[in-house]
């Protein structure tokens, strides 16, 4: 059983940086892609990121490109999410996901059979 607990996130200012961490106290092989979504008020959920864990294979949602980095520490089956350059609109629910598919743009919330508890990002002045 696979289970992910997040950490990180909380109060950011524009401008500013916050790091969220998604590390699984289960078992996650490197066929495992682990993906970063958000629920933004007046959105429907995004896919923010994901990363495959066997060779690093990345995706970024246009919004976020050149502002966040997706990252993983295999040994420690953790991936973490930078964020910089934070805007209000990032202001969210980020929830990371992990399951045995690809990651690209097409890799949908429901092929991914983990989820985190979740974690609030607020930024704002």
């Known amino acids: 059983q696979v289970h992910l607990v997040q950490s990180g996130g909380g109060l950011g200012q524009p401008g500013g940086s916050l790091t969220l961490s998604c590390t699984s106290s289960?078992?996650?092989?490197?066929?495992?892609?682990v993906a970063w979504f958000r629920r933004t008020p007046g959105k429907e959920r995004e896919k923010v990121s994901c990363i495959t864990m066997s060779d690093g294979n990345l995706y970024y949602t246009d919004s976020v490109k050149s502002r966040f980095t997706i990252s993983k520490d295999n040994a420690k089956s953790t991936v973490f999410l930078q964020m910089n350059s934070l805007k209000p609109e990032d202001t969210g629910v980020y929830y990371c996901?992990?399951?045995?598919?690809?990651?690209?743009?097409?890799?949908?919330?429901?092929?991914?059979?983990?989820w985190g508890q979740g974690t609030l990002v607020n930024v704002s002045e």
């Open positions: 289960g078992f996650i092989n490197d066929y495992y892609t």
């Open positions: 996901a992990a399951g045995s598919v690809v990651c690209s743009a097409y890799t949908p919330a429901v092929q991914l059979e983990y």
